[in-house]
C-alpha cells in the first residue's frame, strides 16, 4: 500500500509564506511525476505545480514567481514553497505522485489534502 502524507498547511496574512511537504510511503519502487494540486470552495481542482524525476517543473500561471516546486529524491519527498501569498490562494491543497510499486506501474495516489488559508 501507498500512501502520500502531506505537512505545512496553517493561516497566513497575505504577502507571508508557507511551506508544504509532502512524504510518500509504502512499497514503492520508483517515483514518476510529482505535484500539487488546489481547490478553492466552489472551484474544480486545478495544478499548482509539478515536477519530473530529473527536476523539469512546470506550474500555473496564477503562481509564477511566488510558489517553487522541489523534490528530494532520497526521501520521496515533494515541497511548495509559496511565497507573497494572497487570499485567493486560499484553498485545500493535494499532493500528487505517479509512482511505480511492486505490483503496479505508473499508478496514481493523492493525499489527503493539507488546508491553507490566506487571511488578514
Known amino acids: 500500500q501507498v500512501q502520500l502524507v502531506e505537512s505545512g498547511g496553517g493561516l497566513v496574512q497575505p504577502g507571508g509564506s508557507l511551506r508544504l511537504s509532502c512524504v510518500a510511503s509504502g512499497s514503492i519502487v520508483s517515483i514518476n511525476a510529482m505535484g500539487w494540486y488546489r481547490q478553492a470552495p466552489g472551484k474544480e481542482r486545478e495544478l499548482v505545480a509539478a515536477?519530473?524525476?530529473?527536476?523539469?517543473?512546470n506550474c500555473a500561471d496564477s503562481v509564477k514567481g511566488r510558489f517553487t516546486i522541489s523534490r528530494d529524491n532520497a526521501k520521496n519527498t515533494v515541497y511548495l514553497q509559496m511565497n507573497s501569498l494572497k487570499p485567493e490562494d486560499t484553498a485545500v491543497y493535494y499532493c500528487?505522485?505517479?509512482?511505480?510499486?511492486?505490483?503496479?506501474?505508473?499508478?496514481?495516489?493523492w493525499g489527503q489534502g493539507t488546508l491553507v488559508t490566506v487571511s488578514s
Open positions: 500528487n505522485a505517479d509512482l511505480n510499486t511492486y505490483f503496479r506501474t505508473y499508478l496514481e495516489v
Open positions: 515536477i519530473t524525476t530529473t527536476g523539469s517543473t
